[in-house]
Every structure is written in C-alpha cells, then in structure tokens.
C-alpha cells in the first residue's frame, strides 16, 4: 500500500488550502483514513478521520475549519482547511489502517504565516 499527498505550500493566515491523499495497492472496501500533523517540537496529533462508511470525526482546534471528504472509488481523501492559522503550521501526513495495518504518506508542508 502506497499513499501520495500533495497540496501543502505557504498561505497566509485566514487563508485557504486544499491537501489531497491517494492510496494505491491491495486496498480493502473496509479503511479507516486519517490526516495528521506535525509541528516542529512537538508530537504528530491526529487532525482527522474517516471511515469507509463516510463517517468524520475531527479534533478541537480544527473542528469548523476543515473539512474532510473521501471518494471511495478512486480511494482518496482530501482536507479542505479554511480559516487556516499559522498553529496550523506542521507536516501533515496522510494514514490508511486496513485490516489493523497503518500506511503512511510521506508528509507534506504547510506553513501558514504573513
């Protein structure tokens, strides 16, 4: 199982920015998605996740800003973050769990900052 990521970059705070994760490889129906973040010093935290079944749950410090959606047929998931802040700075990675297994993407940059 693979997954790419690509939407990071630098915005300004309030801004906007789309991330993008795709999964190939022996996918099973049954996964549980997730994006999670990583500032410097501090440990990775989940930001949020999805289930097969559509369901979203989101942590605090962005609940009301983002938004995460998947297309099960092409096996992707994106986060639409809005409203962004520069705490929002961090690597984010992408995360499949099947069948108990986690995959990892390899990250991708968001700075957010004037």
């Known amino acids: 199982v693979q997954l790419q990521a690509s939407g990071g970059g630098l915005v300004q705070p309030g801004g906007s920015l789309r991330l993008s994760c795709a999964a190939s490889?022996?996918?099973?129906?049954?996964?549980?998605m997730a994006w999670h973040r990583q500032a410097p010093g501090k440990q990775r935290e989940l930001v949020a996740a999805?289930?097969?079944?559509?369901?979203?749950t989101y942590s605090d410090s962005v609940k009301g800003r983002f938004t995460m959606s998947r297309d099960n047929a092409k096996n992707t998931v994106a986060l639409q973050m809005n409203s962004l802040k520069p705490e929002d700075t961090a690597v984010y990675y992408c995360?499949?769990?099947?069948?108990?297994?986690?995959?990892w993407g390899q990250g991708t940059q968001v700075t957010v900052s004037s």
């Open positions: 995360n499949i769990i099947i069948l108990g297994v986690p995959y």
């Open positions: 490889g022996s996918i099973y129906r049954r996964n549980y």
């Open positions: 999805i289930t097969s079944g559509g369901t979203v």
